[in-house]
């Protein structure tokens, strides 16, 4: 009887997870008909974001969320790729006297609401962004500051032989960020600052967003991450939250060694990072300067290390990576990449949720194997 229930249960909780994405997926097929002027479709919502299709809609983020309060939440996605050369360029509207890209949500005056919600990349990319802003009093990246928001399935590409580049807070994502869950993003490019530079984020504040205990999952930065002092490959400062299934490898280049992280430079807070980086990993023959996952903690971060090249390339050294939905493993090639960065739009979510369903029907023929035989 209990080998029937186990059985049971397990097909139910295929039938939860098919009825619940078909009927995401089914919003994408059919998208809302509402529109504004500032965006390609949509009205900000969990069921209908903005759509995003151009440089201009993309510099607008964060202008439909004033009053920055938990009800005023607004929802983005991206409908194609998005290449900045022409906006970034001089006499372009975003070129800025040669000072480039303006993070989004940044303090001062000369500033916009940033991200209260949520940015889905769609599984489409950000390409050749750059920012020339060394003097900023204010973090620097895609967004300079987000409060409260989940950023998931989106390449950020820096521009070949320029940099996201900034002062203090600076990284490819965000610079600085409070509440924030990343999920299935990359960077790739340099990222330079001063002090507290990572390859996503800069800086994280509280505890994570939403219900998930990560704040950075199922990502990777490729690349250069430089900065005078504590720089992380992925992030350089957070205080609560957890790294987990993601990997560095980028080349890290910073003044004091001791405060160089393969991962995550530090964290605050009563104990160190043993038990808040989870499965990662980083190149540590390109990453010279960073012999650790971290720079500094109370011991050996949970199975996460320092892998050489080649060891980078091989599936078997991504103990509890989810190779089926989430990651390509591009065996002996390269390094692991995206599943849903290869799958665009609506039919790309399709895409990705059958392999989903896939990754669970295997699951639930591992326990009833286990329940039946084991």
């Known amino acids: 009887m209990k080998k029937l229930s186990a059985i049971l249960l397990s097909l139910a909780m295929l039938v939860t997870v098919f009825s619940g994405t078909m ?33 201009e809609q993309l510099a607008s983020i964060g202008n439909y969320n004033p ?36 993070p989004l949500g940044a303090f001062g005056n000369d500033s916009n609401g940033g991200l209260l919600g949520s940015l889905d990349g769609n599984g489409y990319v950000v390409r050749n962004i750059w920012c020339e802003r060394s003097d900023a009093e204010t973090p620097v990246g895609l967004f300079g500051i987000i409060d409260s928001a989940t950023i998931q399935n989106l390449g ?86 957890k790294v987990g299934y993601s990997y560095c490898a980028a080349k890290i280049e910073v003044d004091e060694y001791e405060m160089a992280g393969g991962i995550v430079s530090s964290r605050s807070g009563s104990t ?62 390269s390094y692991p990449t995206l599943v849903r960065m290869e799958s665009t739009g609506a039919f790309g979510g399709i895409r990705l949720i059958l392999l989903k369903m896939l990754a669970v029907i295997f699951g639930i023929f591992q326990d009833i194997k286990i329940t039946l035989f084991g």
């Open 67 to 102: 009053e920055k309060n938990m009800d005023s939440r607004t929802h983005y996605v991206l409908g194609n790729d998005i290449d900045l050369a022409a906006y970034l360029a001089p006499g372009g509207a975003g070129h800025n006297n040669g000072a480039g890209w303006k």
């Open 272 to 333: 160190g990072l043993k038990d808040y980086v989870y499965r990662c990993c980083f190149d540590n023959e390109i990453n010279q300067n960073a012999w650790t996952v971290f720079s500094y903690g109370d011991g050996p971060s949970t199975e996460s290390s320092g892998l050489s090249t080649a060891e980078m390339k091989q599936k078997a050294n991504y103990k509890g990576w989810d190779f089926i939905a989430t990651w390509n493993a591009n065996q002996g090639k």
């Open 156 to 241: 950020l590409e820096i521009a070949p032989g320029k940099a996201l580049r900034g002062n203090e807070q600076v990284g490819g994502i965000v610079g600085f960020a409070n509440y924030i869950y990343l999920n299935q993003c990359y960077v790739i490019g340099s990222v330079e600052g001063s002090t507290v530079v990572g390859g996503l984020v800069g800086k994280k504040g509280f505890t994570g967003f939403y219900s998930s205990d990560y704040l950075i999952e199922n990502c990777y930065m490729q690349g250069s991450v430089k900065g005078q002092y504590a720089v992380g490959g992925l992030i350089a400062q957070m205080s609560e939250g």
């Open 23 to 55: 009927l995401h997926a089914a919003a994408w097929l059919f998208p809302a008909p509402e529109n504004t002027p500032a965006f390609a479709g949509g009205n900000g919502t969990v069921e209908k974001p903005f759509v995003i299709k151009t440089p």
